[in-house]
């Protein structure tokens, strides 16, 4: 079954500190995986995608497929950085290539 | 529209009485999604759209719930006889192809008395 999990829902880092948000996913063939990110009163927007491999506000993450590991980080965290985010699995193989698929998110409380 | 809007924002509703919600793609965006976001739960999947038909129901959590999508645009999300386990953040977003990124709307947060 087709699965992510984010094993944590809170993390709390202090500013300039590096932040790792965890993702684990279970799919056999090759996803495509990709971050959410929803700041506070604003709609859930894309961060991040593996295959454009860009870093985006600092965050870059990497895909681990030996590992199923696509983990968010960022070397110095800000208090902008704040807001909850979420991975999502989007199947990439014939015609259930719709549906993304998300963990239940982790929230990123960057402290003063 | 600049992009996906939903509406109501905000929707309080007796337990028993059936709700609307509906939801206004970006113009020219052919897949249309439908999530639920409770507490603690992540994003769960509803239905999917491509053009006015629709390949996936298999997440619409019993018969009460159903979707239409007229015209290829507007999407309409009816729950009937609405139970407070209903209560939640439901989630549209659209994008211009079942490959392409998904723009999502604010949400309309139902909460069933």
């Known amino acids: 079954a087709q699965r992510v999990t984010q094993p944590e829902k809170l993390l709390s880092v202090f500013k300039g500190a590096p932040v790792e948000l965890k993702c684990n996913y279970s799919y056999s063939g090759s996803p495509e995986l990709f971050w959410y990110v929803q700041y506070s009163r604003q709609r859930l927007q894309l961060l991040l995608r593996h295959i454009s491999r860009e870093s985006i506000k600092g965050f870059t993450a990497d895909l681990n497929k030996g590992e199923t590991s696509f983990h968010l980080k960022k070397p110095f965290a800000q208090e902008e950085d704040s807001a909850m985010y979420y991975c999502a699995l989007r199947s990439s193989r014939g015609d259930s290539s719709y549906k993304l698929i998300f963990g239940s998110g982790t929230r990123l409380l960057v402290r003063p | ?113």
């Open chain 2, 1 to 113: 529209g600049a992009g996906v809007s939903q509406s109501p924002s905000n929707k309080v509703t007796e337990k028993g009485k059936d709700v609307e919600l509906r939801c206004d793609p970006i113009s020219g965006h052919t897949a249309l999604y439908w999530y639920r976001q409770s507490l603690g739960q992540g994003l769960e999947f509803l239905i999917y759209f491509q053009g006015n038909s629709a390949p996936d129901k298999s997440g619409l959590p019993s018969d009460r719930f159903s979707a239409e999508r007229t015209g290829g645009s507007v999407s309409t999300l009816t729950i009937q006889r609405t139970q407070q386990e209903d209560s939640a953040v439901y989630l549209c977003a659209s994008s211009f192809s079942s490959k392409g990124e998904a723009f999502f709307g604010q949400g309309t947060r139902l909460t069933v008395v």
